[in-house]
């Protein structure tokens, strides 16, 4: 059995193009972009960053939602949001037995990364990431035009 030549303990497994030989998947998840000059169209290096950007989303959500301390259904602004999102799961994902939890799940993390600015443009990938995106930038479009209606007018009536 060959040995990885990057480490020289692992089975080599993967074909490295910035190394231009077989590595590991450990030297190739641990030294990509540090120790190996990666092309940016290497299948391993995006896998590797969509990986780390999903784990990054979970963790990022995990922790803003541990830290609400009310409950934020409870705001008239944010039910106004929500339901809208919430009557289109049902009309559009409910008798769908191609749509599971975990595809709504993975748009929303997807939505969240997004809104935090950790990805610079929402793009459907599958079906329903397209069906659920077009709903939210209809349903934020027209809060943002709510939210900036009510604070017209609560300029005109603090004047």
Not at 81 to 106: A, C, G, S
Request: net charge negative; glycine share 6%; with cysteine.
């Amino acid at each position: 059995m060959a040995k990885c030549p990057s480490c020289g303990e692992r089975k080599m497994n993967r074909f490295c193009r910035g190394m231009n030989t077989d590595i590991c998947s450990l030297c190739c998840g641990t030294k990509r972009e540090k120790e190996i000059l990666c092309p940016e169209d290497c299948e391993y290096l995006k896998k590797g960053k969509d990986y780390q950007l999903g784990r990054e989303i979970t963790r990022k959500i995990s922790v803003d939602l541990q830290a609400e301390s009310e409950d934020l259904f409870g705001t008239d602004q944010v039910a106004d949001f929500v339901m809208p999102m919430e009557r289109m799961f049902v009309d559009q994902f409910y008798r769908d037995t191609e749509v599971n939890d975990n595809h709504i799940y993975e748009a929303h993390g997807k939505i969240y990364a997004f809104q935090a600015g950790m990805v610079p443009v929402l793009k459907g990938e599958t079906r329903t990431e397209e069906v659920i995106f077009k709903k939210f930038h209809e349903v934020n479009k027209r809060a943002s035009d709510l939210h900036r209606a009510a604070s017209w007018e609560i300029e005109i009536t603090l004047k």
